[in-house]
């Protein structure tokens, strides 16, 4: 993606983006070496595009994206079989007025994290839609969680 983004004149190279795409690289090795490891956290993007804008592109939108980590109860054998199992913990962060074709001053840009509690859409709908569910392990549905969101300043 970093490749992409450095050959492209409205973006260019980032040192931040590249050194997440590492960590992201080698958490998805550590998902496929260590399995238990996967069934206790998840990381997502969120997407929620402004739908009266036809030109939004999912993979540069960054203004309607949100990135998190998830820690999911089903996990644990503590929560094993019971209600907590469907629930989940969200880190996350996203921005705002960072687009490049933005009206914004810079000094308007904006960047939050936040902490939630949210709905394992991933273990709720596996009795409905078996193997299909495991979309939610990697794409966070807008709406199906509580959040304290905190700017960044």
């Known amino acids: ?19 997440m795409d590492i960590l992201g690289s080698i958490a998805g090795y550590y998902w496929h070496r260590y ?14 595009p402004d739908f009266n804008d036809i030109r939004s592109d999912f993979t540069t939108d ?13 996990g644990f054998e503590l929560f094993e079989h019971s209600w907590a199992e469907y629930f989940e913990l969200h880190l996350g962060y996203y921005t705002r007025n960072f687009h490049h074709n933005s009206v ?9 994290f ?9 273990r709720l ?11 939610f392990n990697y794409y966070q549905t807008p709406y199906t969680y509580i959040s304290y ?3 960044w300043e």
């Open 1 to 19: 993606m970093e490749v992409g983004d450095a050959t492209s004149p409205e973006h260019g190279f980032s040192n931040e983006d590249f050194v």
């Open 35 to 48: 399995p238990s490891l996967a069934k206790k956290i998840d990381f997502r993007v969120e997407y929620l």
């Open 62 to 74: 960054y203004e309607h994206m949100k990135h998190l980590m998830t820690i999911k109860a089903e």
């Open 104 to 112: 914004y001053p810079i000094e308007d840009r904006e960047r939050y």
């Open 114 to 122: 936040y902490a939630g509690v949210g709905v394992n859409l991933s």
């Open 125 to 135: 709908l596996r009795p409905a839609i078996g193997g299909y569910s495991a979309i």
């Open 149 to 151: 969101d905190k700017e």
